[in-house]
């Protein structure tokens, strides 16, 4: 246990402070730690070796000066600079405070502890140890912070934290949001993001970004040759750290920013797999992924839906698929078609695994399929189509056959059919069906007479016209 390795979190709770205290103690090295590609970490036995040699330096406490509450006028203390020996005791080793006390006891062993001695609003005295306070500075910090959290809980008054540097925002935004709300997968890109983020706005406390320093930042990674699109996954990033930052009490004043995202409208790819190109394509795909383009193209499902497929979630009596690792988190049902109920029962048949695509090499699940199916596309000569724009193809079929938007969203799993919408696509001759709805038997009628008539004065035009010039050339 006391060689693994903590994170910033599990180390703060060990020590008593706040995430940001441990960043802070880190970057002054102040406290020891080792930094890895992922973060810094911190180990158990250096951590006690540190608190038992006392090599930390005394901190000074700011007492009100960053980290400020509206006390009672009461309670105010004319120094506001320091921690104040005020009126103090007899013994040296008593601090009074006028709003509390400090003071000192040896145990049995020798060692000297840290007491707090305070009342809470309804007069009820506290007295009690400080296990980690190692220096005068540290208890009277500990103090104020116990009497800020007994007026909160008395009056309802909240206190502003420090402030914080986005880069170290950032930080605890990707170790206490990301990494547990998020799959590796999206808080690792998260990460990516974040590192080109931190170069621009690292030195900037977070409460001072303004709407100005976020468009120059969009304009700065435009002349970087960054697409706008991926602007606006860093800018949605940035939204969310402003929402955790107000919920974390970073913020003050209910501060808030408007970020402005690009319009990706002309960026949407519009690819639809005709039914000449599928055949195509599932001839010249391997054997496996054949099946997976089935399954693709039959139930809409994501690629990384489909490669985690297991045959406990596949039910061939009753036809259905159980859909569990979705990008929503929502599971979502999926009735199986003949097509894919024959796909699937061929490879019930062979199957060796819980898992319905192995990689042979590794015998754990596949994870991706982009060069088999870069192959299959060039060898049945289609171009420009990603394995997403199946999901498009499935969703612009079912549409094309009148099935609602409401169904097409829930088979997809989105969460608005807003989002839907631009998975459908419709073709020129179906736009000219649904524009011919809108005339009526009485008009259609009406404009057959009209042509019929304009037909018959043009017969007339030209038979006048041939008895005309037989005329002329008789005479």
Request: proline share 1%; glycine share 4%; with cysteine.
């Amino acid at each position: 246990m006391s060689d693994s390795l903590w994170n910033a979190k599990t180390t703060a709770e060990y020590l008593g402070v706040t995430v940001y205290t441990v960043y802070r103690y880190a970057e002054n090295n102040q406290l020891p730690h080792i930094k890895k590609s992922f973060g810094l970490r911190f180990r158990k036995v250096d951590l006690d070796t540190w608190l038992e040699k006392d090599k930390r330096k005394a901190i000074q406490a700011p007492f009100f000066a960053q980290d400020r509450l509206t006390y009672p006028p009461a309670l105010l203390i004319s120094n506001m600079g320091g921690v104040s020996e005020m009126a103090k005791s007899k013994s040296m080793s008593r601090y009074n405070f006028g709003y509390g006390a400090i003071y000192q006891r040896k145990t049995k062993r020798g060692k000297i502890r840290w007491y707090l001695d305070y009342r809470e609003g309804n007069g009820k005295r506290i007295q009690k140890v400080v296990p980690l306070a190692l220096t005068k500075e540290e208890a009277a910090l500990v103090l104020r912070e116990e009497v800020e959290r007994a007026l909160s809980r008395e009056y309802g008054l909240k206190r502003q934290k420090e402030r914080i540097r986005f880069k170290d925002f950032a930080d605890e935004y990707l170790e206490n949001y990301a990494k547990v709300n998020k799959s590796k997968k999206s808080w690792k890109t998260d990460g990516y993001y974040l590192k080109g983020m931190k170069d621009f706005f690292g030195d900037l406390y977070f409460d001072e970004i303004n709407s100005l320093d976020i468009e120059k930042y969009k304009s700065e990674r435009l002349k970087q040759g960054v697409s706008q699109s991926t602007v606006n996954r860093c800018l949605a990033i940035l939204r969310k750290m402003f929402n955790l930052a107000s919920e974390w009490e970073y913020l003050t004043n209910n501060q808030e920013l408007r970020i402005k995202f690009f319009s990706e409208k002309d960026n949407l790819k519009e690819r639809i797999l005709t039914k000449g190109e599928q055949d195509r394509l599932l001839e010249a795909s391997s054997e496996r992924l054949r099946s997976i383009l089935i399954i693709a193209l039959n139930t809409g499902m994501r690629l990384g839906e489909i490669l985690s497929l297991r045959w406990n979630q596949i039910d061939l009596i009753n036809r259905k698929i159980r859909v569990e690792r979705t990008k929503s988190k929502k599971i979502r049902i999926i009735s199986i078609n003949s097509p894919l109920f024959n796909e699937l029962s061929k490879l019930n048949k062979s199957a060796k695994s819980e898992h319905l695509f192995l990689n042979r090499g590794t015998g754990r699940p596949l994870t991706t399929v982009k060069k088999a199916f870069k192959t299959a596309c060039r060898r049945a000569g289609i171009s420009d189509l990603r394995f997403h724009d199946l999901r498009h193809t499935f969703a612009t079929r079912l549409v094309e056959r009148g099935v609602d938007l409401i169904t097409v969203k829930e088979l997809l799993g989105h969460s608005s059919v807003t989002i839907t919408e631009r998975y459908t696509h419709s073709f020129h001759e179906q736009k000219k069906k649904a524009v011919d709805l809108l005339v009526e038997k009485s008009d259609e009628k009406a404009e057959k007479a009209s042509d019929l008539l304009h037909i018959c004065d043009m017969e007339k035009r030209n038979k006048k016209d041939k008895r005309l010039t037989f005329y002329f050339s008789m005479n």
